[in-house]
């Protein structure tokens, strides 16, 4: 009998340019959203977008204020919405209040629409919230946005770190599906071919254009915004994040929990990529192209510009492998004297 199947859930509208926060209200009437929003927000993107959002709106929607990415955030956030009686939920803001919202929006069975001010990482347009607890991570599958508006006069106004983020998390992609093929081969692991095309394709695109990625360039918003959107419909088509996470994100989920500061996520994936590439492709192989791919965007390439110690990088390639089950090419874990070498080859160390 046929048992393959899949189910495909993407945004419905995504709007990315020049100013087009403008066009929010128009978005909200096309899909047919009903009743009134509840907006989930944080100071500095409350003053630079919601604003011009509620403006758009009918009546003054309630707003929440998130500034942390906890499941007591998630919590608020269904209660106020509740007490509102919210027909939906807008989430305008960095990645912490875009996966607050999705998470609750997921929970409350209502529309999520994401309005991200910063282009940091993928997670602002897929189908995953990310939580972390305690001393661990919590990487959930929720419903996608409806919707995606990315005004990218908004966000190359952004931190420019949050752009180098998102450009290393996408350059991450290239081991992320170098992994997920091993994991087919070695363990029989689902592949989805239109969807690792689509990712790598993605990565290439970008590192194709590094040129064009500079502080203070609205192209730059651009370049990376249209690439996180390529990664989330990879993400989605997939039906997983195995497109866009291997084990560089176990990693990087792993220094989240031993380190004492954390990087930003797309930073710490991308380092992390430079030395798991070593490990598929040894010293000749390709892990030199990430290195000067994140390099020539100007993302960091060291444990240091991460501002972690070499130790706790080592650790954590040493254990990611027990977070998750996803096999990788850290197998059933590498050796600590294996992880040193790899991360001192790569200059990561
Ligand atoms: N869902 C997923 O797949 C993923 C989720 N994450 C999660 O995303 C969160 C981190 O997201 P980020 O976007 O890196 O950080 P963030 O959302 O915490 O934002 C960082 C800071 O930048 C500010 N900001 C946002 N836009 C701005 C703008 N245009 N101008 C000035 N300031 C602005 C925010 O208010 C905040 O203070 C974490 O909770 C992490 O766990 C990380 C990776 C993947
Ligand atoms: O960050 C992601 C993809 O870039 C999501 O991956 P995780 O499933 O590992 O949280
Ligand atoms: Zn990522």
Known sequence: MFEKRSWIRLPRNVVIGHGVIEETGQMLSELHLSGTPLIVTSSTPKVIATDRVTEQLASDPPVELVETARFSSVEHVIERAQAESAGYLLGIGG????????????????????????????????????????????????????????????????????????????????????DWQLAARLKNAEYSEY???????????????????NQGLEDS???????????????????????????EHLISHQLDRIAEDTALHGHQVGVASITTEYLHSGQDGNWQNVHDALSNIGAPTTVAELGHSAEDFTEAMTTAHEIRDRYTILGNGVSEAAAREAARVTGVI
């Open 95 to 178: 990645g912490t209040v875009i996966d607050v919202a999705k998470m609750a929006a997921d929970e409350l069975g209502v529309g999520f629409v994401s309005v991200p001010t910063a282009a940091s990482h993928d997670g602002i347009v897929s189908g995953r919230g990310s939580i972390p607890e305690g001393t661990t991570r919590h990487s959930v599958a929720a419903d996608p946005p409806l919707g995606v508006i990315a005004d990218t006069a908004i966000i190359a106004e952004a931190p420019w770190k949050y752009t180098t983020a998102g450009c290393a998390d996408i350059i991450s992609n290239y081991t992320a599906v170098r």
């Open 195 to 213: 969807a690792g095309a689509l990712s790598r394709m993605t990565a290439e695109m970008l590192v194709g254009n590094a040129d064009s990625i």
């Open 221 to 247: 918003a651009w370049i990376v915004m249209k690439a996180l959107v390529s990664s989330g419909v990879a993400m989605s088509i997939a039906d997983s994040s195995r497109p866009a996470s291997g084990a």
